[in-house]
Protein backbone atom coordinates (compact mmCIF):
# COMPACT_ATOMS: atom_id res chain seq x y z
CA UNK A 1 0.00 0.00 0.00
CA UNK A 2 2.89 2.75 1.04
CA UNK A 3 4.54 1.45 -2.49
CA UNK A 4 1.59 1.74 -4.24
CA UNK A 5 0.90 5.18 -2.77
CA UNK A 6 4.31 6.50 -3.71
CA UNK A 7 4.76 5.39 -6.72
CA UNK A 8 1.44 7.07 -7.79
CA UNK A 9 3.29 10.65 -6.63
CA UNK A 10 6.18 9.71 -9.18
CA UNK A 11 6.06 12.19 -12.14
CA UNK A 12 8.25 10.93 -15.16
CA UNK A 13 10.81 13.68 -15.62
CA UNK A 14 12.50 12.41 -18.55
CA UNK A 15 12.69 15.29 -20.83
CA UNK A 16 10.95 14.47 -24.51
CA UNK A 17 11.88 15.33 -27.44
CA UNK A 18 8.76 15.49 -30.27
CA UNK A 19 10.05 15.10 -34.24
CA UNK A 20 10.93 13.24 -37.03
CA UNK A 21 13.99 11.55 -37.25
CA UNK A 22 16.27 12.86 -40.50
CA UNK A 23 14.22 16.37 -40.44
CA UNK A 24 17.40 19.25 -40.14
CA UNK A 25 15.33 20.51 -37.04
CA UNK A 26 14.73 17.76 -34.96
CA UNK A 27 18.21 16.61 -35.66
CA UNK A 28 20.09 20.01 -34.16
CA UNK A 29 17.90 19.15 -30.86
CA UNK A 30 19.01 15.82 -30.71
CA UNK A 31 22.74 16.61 -31.12
CA UNK A 32 22.34 19.04 -28.61
CA UNK A 33 21.08 16.65 -26.10
CA UNK A 34 23.60 14.59 -27.00
CA UNK A 35 26.24 17.03 -26.75
CA UNK A 36 24.98 17.66 -23.22
CA UNK A 37 24.49 14.25 -22.15
CA UNK A 38 21.70 14.86 -21.61
CA UNK A 39 19.09 11.61 -21.36
CA UNK A 40 15.89 11.45 -23.28
CA UNK A 41 13.16 10.01 -24.67
CA UNK A 42 12.27 10.59 -28.70
CA UNK A 43 8.83 10.45 -29.75
CA UNK A 44 8.60 10.57 -33.18
CA UNK A 45 5.66 12.46 -34.84
CA UNK A 46 4.81 11.39 -39.11
CA UNK A 47 3.75 14.45 -40.42
CA UNK A 48 3.15 12.31 -43.69
CA UNK A 49 0.22 10.86 -41.18
CA UNK A 50 -0.30 14.11 -39.96
CA UNK A 51 0.17 13.25 -36.79
CA UNK A 52 1.01 16.98 -36.57
CA UNK A 53 -2.51 18.11 -36.77
CA UNK A 54 -4.34 15.72 -34.17
CA UNK A 55 -5.54 17.74 -30.81
CA UNK A 56 -3.59 16.19 -28.30
CA UNK A 57 -0.84 17.22 -30.39
CA UNK A 58 -1.68 21.32 -31.39
CA UNK A 59 -2.62 20.90 -27.55
CA UNK A 60 1.07 20.99 -26.91
CA UNK A 61 2.84 22.62 -30.45
CA UNK A 62 -0.64 25.25 -31.57
CA UNK A 63 1.87 25.87 -34.73
CA UNK A 64 1.68 22.23 -35.57
CA UNK A 65 5.45 22.12 -35.99
CA UNK A 66 7.83 19.73 -35.15
CA UNK A 67 10.75 19.38 -33.14
CA UNK A 68 9.40 20.48 -29.32
CA UNK A 69 10.53 19.66 -25.99
CA UNK A 70 8.60 18.40 -22.97
CA UNK A 71 10.93 18.89 -19.62
CA UNK A 72 8.78 18.53 -16.62
CA UNK A 73 5.97 19.84 -18.23
CA UNK A 74 8.03 23.11 -19.44
CA UNK A 75 7.37 22.92 -23.06
CA UNK A 76 9.43 24.97 -25.89
CA UNK A 77 9.36 24.86 -29.85
CA UNK A 78 11.82 26.67 -32.03
CA UNK A 79 14.89 23.99 -32.09
CA UNK A 80 17.53 26.86 -31.99
CA UNK A 81 15.64 28.27 -28.61
CA UNK A 82 15.51 24.92 -27.53
CA UNK A 83 19.36 24.33 -27.92
CA UNK A 84 20.00 27.67 -26.04
CA UNK A 85 17.45 25.83 -23.24
CA UNK A 86 19.36 22.99 -23.12
CA UNK A 87 22.94 24.19 -23.03
CA UNK A 88 21.93 27.15 -20.71
CA UNK A 89 20.19 24.59 -18.17
CA UNK A 90 22.37 21.21 -18.41
CA UNK A 91 25.47 22.52 -19.78
CA UNK A 92 28.72 22.34 -17.57
CA UNK A 93 29.24 25.73 -18.32
CA UNK A 94 26.14 27.37 -18.76
CA UNK A 95 25.93 29.88 -21.15
CA UNK A 96 26.34 33.90 -19.81
CA UNK A 97 22.98 35.38 -19.54
CA UNK A 98 21.17 37.81 -17.15
CA UNK A 99 18.38 35.48 -16.94
CA UNK A 100 17.96 33.27 -13.66
CA UNK A 101 15.94 30.76 -15.42
CA UNK A 102 16.74 28.63 -18.44
CA UNK A 103 13.07 29.18 -19.95
CA UNK A 104 13.74 33.17 -19.43
CA UNK A 105 16.33 33.07 -21.47
CA UNK A 106 14.85 31.47 -24.70
CA UNK A 107 11.76 33.15 -25.60
CA UNK A 108 11.16 34.13 -29.50
N1 LIG B 1 12.02 27.14 -37.21
C1 LIG B 1 11.53 25.85 -36.78
C2 LIG B 1 11.20 25.05 -38.02
C3 LIG B 1 10.26 23.92 -37.66
C4 LIG B 1 9.75 23.26 -38.91
O1 LIG B 1 9.75 23.85 -40.01
N2 LIG B 1 9.29 22.01 -38.78
C5 LIG B 1 8.76 21.30 -39.89
C6 LIG B 1 9.54 20.02 -40.11
S1 LIG B 1 11.26 20.33 -40.36
C7 LIG B 1 7.33 20.89 -39.58
O2 LIG B 1 7.00 20.54 -38.47
N3 LIG B 1 6.45 20.94 -40.58
C8 LIG B 1 5.09 20.52 -40.43
C9 LIG B 1 4.09 21.59 -40.77
O3 LIG B 1 4.48 22.78 -40.81
O4 LIG B 1 2.92 21.24 -40.97
C10 LIG B 1 12.60 25.14 -35.94
O5 LIG B 1 13.79 25.41 -36.14
O6 LIG B 1 12.24 24.36 -35.06
Not at 52 to 68: D, I, T, Y
Not at 84 to 104: F, N
Request: one cysteine or more; proline letters at 7%; hydrophobic letters at 35%.
Amino acid sequence: MYKALRTSHVFDTTLKLYGTPFYTSTKRVAIVLQEKHVQFEFITIDLIEGENKVPAFVAKQPFEQVPFISDEGFILYESRAIGCYIASKYGVRPLPGPHERPQDGCVV
